[in-house]
């Protein structure tokens, strides 16, 4: 069995809190095959066997301290394509091990994701997995610092692993990984254009305004069955604003009656929905419902509904990213009927880059009936089905593969010609762009029945060995 596990001596005293970002080690967790992956999640897609590595590397916390973080590594097989890379940003872990690169914390999504064939990387976060210290969760900084040193770290050592990378750069997350994917796009276009390009970006179901939308879906009159988030942004902001929160501790903004279990849970002792499920009995027992209202003090609560200057609303807002102009194509996929982040975070988040200029940038409602746990799916699907429009796999840095193939004519009524040079087909499959298949051919690969296809934009999947080759269709009536 394959165990790398490289060290590398570092010095102690970091020259700056801008210090190169450097593998410290990697160690080799598992592979898994493309065929196990189709048949555990029933994804048509996933073409590639996946290597899995725990990555430890220099980053920095988020008061800008020199500190290390951990993060999975995924990197799809192949001997002979140069993979895009992905930067894939997890949700609200429980606690401290529930991690990607402890093969927890959703890590089946990224696997998913690099068997299609992106070289994949998924940030563990500061303060969790190997990282000290507490987590500042939706911190947009250290969220996205903790990405970036990542794909900087690991850039190289395919000299190592034996992986080609080209110069694309996709990002997506989900729930809080939604949050601090776009934290890490705006970072990068602001400030890393140098280093790397975004090449497209797909934010699902996050909370994007954390001071606006959030507070007043949360705090309202409604019952809100997530109330440790409250909690856990609370402790976020205190560890990443001491200056700013140096008068706002757990008692200054919980009554008393809550507290106990939430110092439990801020010295690690419980988990983060073990808190939920006790914060929610004691509101449904002293109040009648589930409503973070009647936790907070009298003193904070007209603060955080006027999102005024108030110091605990001020911090909240700095983690807000819903006002910025992406250059990149941007999609925010939601589910109108999502119950713990409000959909409104992202037809906000579209207005207003809209208004500053964003050329490519739409607000998706992928399934208006799912509610949170129930949108993954949909989201994913359709960002997976819209980024083959931009991905490329190429035998070196700048040729694309799909070149060999040729489809003709689009749009099309009736049929599809399909002209392809040395390639041995094993199958054609048109999907929509909700990643639903629409019909499948086994045969006749050169000439492809669609009369029975209703009009619409489609994408054809040409399999052929290890390789997946994709064209846009337009199909008219």
């Known amino acids: 069995m394959k165990n790398v596990f490289l060290s590398l001596i570092l010095s102690i005293s970091f020259i700056s809190s801008i210090s190169a970002q450097e593998i410290i080690s990697y160690e080799f967790l598992q592979n898994r095959t493309s065929e196990s992956i189709q048949n555990e999640f ?154 790397m390009t975004v090449t497209a970006a797909s934010h699902m179901s996050g909370p994007y305004s954390v001071s606006g939308k959030m507070i007043d879906f949360s705090l309202g009159d409604d019952e809100y069955f997530f109330v440790a988030y409250l909690v856990n942004v609370a402790i976020s902001m205190k560890t990443a604003y001491p200056q700013l929160m140096a008068n706002y501790d757990l008692e200054d903004i919980f009554k008393p009656e809550y507290l106990d279990d939430m110092y439990e849970f801020r010295n690690e002792e419980i988990d983060l929905f073990t808190l939920n499920e006790r914060l929610i009995d004691k509101l449904e027992t002293l109040h009648g419902a589930s409503k973070p209202k009647y936790m907070i003090q009298d003193s904070i609560l007209p603060h955080l509904l006027a999102a005024d200057d108030h110091p605990v609303p001020t911090a909240l807002k700095l983690n807000d990213l819903y006002d910025w102009t992406p250059q990149a194509p941007t999609r925010l ?18 207005e207003v880059m809209l208004a500053n200029g964003t050329e490519d940038i739409e607000a998706i409602d992928v399934d208006s009936s799912q509610d949170h746990g129930g949108c993954v799916t949909p989201a994913t699907t359709s960002t997976v089905v819209w980024w083959f429009n931009y991905r490329i796999l190429s035998t070196d840095k700048n040729i694309n593969i799909n070149d060999n193939i040729n489809v003709f004519p689009n749009p099309t009524a009736d049929y599809i010609e399909v002209n392809y040079k040395d ?33 619409g934009n489609y994408l054809l999947m040409i399999k052929e060995d290890q390789n997946i080759y994709q064209k846009q269709i337009h199909i008219i009536k």
């Not at 430890?56 to 192949?78: C, F, M, Q, R």
């Not at 119950?339 to 992202?346: G, K």
């Open 333 to 350: 996929m939601y589910c109108q009927n999502d119950d713990q982040v409000f959909y409104e975070n992202s037809v906000l988040a579209e």
């Open 423 to 455: 390639l041995e087909i094993s199958s054609i499959e048109l999907f929509d762009f909700q990643g639903r298949a629409v019909k499948r051919f086994l045969q006749n690969f050169n000439r492809l029945d669609v009369q029975d296809v209703e009009a």
């Open 42 to 195: 029933e994804n048509p897609f996933s073409l590639y066997d996946v290597d899995l590595y725990k990555i430890v590397y220099t980053t920095k916390n988020a008061i800008n301290e020199p500190d290390t973080a951990s993060g999975l590594l995924l990197v799809p097989l192949s001997e002979d394509l140069y993979f895009p890379r992905l930067c894939y940003q997890h949700g609200t872990v429980g606690s401290r091990d529930d991690v990607p690169s402890n093969l927890q914390g959703g890590y089946q999504l990224p696997l998913v994701l690099a068997s299609i064939g992106y070289l994949t990387t998924a940030a563990d976060f500061i303060g969790l997995g190997e990282s000290p210290g507490n987590h500042p969760y939706i911190h947009s900084d250290s969220e996205a610092s903790a990405a970036i040193d990542m794909l900087i770290a690991t850039k190289t050592l395919g000299e190592d692993l034996g992986y080609n990378i080209n110069e694309q750069l996709f990002i997506t997350g989900y729930s809080q990984g939604g949050h601090a994917g776009m934290a890490a796009h705006k970072e990068i276009e602001e400030n890393y254009s140098d280093q």
